[in-house]
């Protein structure tokens, strides 16, 4: 279900998330801001960077496999991971460019409801 509410935006241009929309993305205190089109997405940031976590279990086993030994295995895991989100970052910019445009707004009708 789509839903939306007004909120009401400081002379210092900050302003409350809904507890309800707060809780149901299970946001902690910092959010990530997006700027898309006409619109602003925000979303809970990530608990860690995946770039520092979520991949190394995979580097390392590649890099066992490949036959990496001793100081050499974690020379070549740090290598890989910084490749990691240049590697993202460049996927995000690609999938940016060849969207198409959405208009959130014509899933609502006049009074605001689906």
């Not at 946001?27 to 979303?43: S, T």
């Not at 590697?87 to 910019?93: G, K, L, Q, R, S």
Request: glycine share 4%; hydrophobic share 30%; no cysteine.
């Amino acid at each position: 279900m789509t839903e939306r509410k007004r909120v009401k935006i400081s002379s210092s241009r900050q302003f409350s998330i809904p507890k309800e929309y707060y809780d149901a993305l299970g946001m902690g205190d910092e959010a990530i801001v997006e700027l898309h089109e006409n619109r602003l997405v925000i979303r809970p940031a990530p608990k860690e960077d995946p770039d520092d976590n979520y991949f190394t279990e995979f580097i390392y086993q590649d890099v066992i496999n490949e036959g990496f030994e001793g100081s050499d295995i974690m020379k070549e895991v740090n290598k890989r991971k910084k490749k990691i989100k240049p590697a993202i970052d460049a996927f995000v910019e690609d999938a940016r460019k060849n969207a198409k445009p959405f208009d959130l707004d014509s899933l609502f009708d006049d009074d605001g409801d689906e």
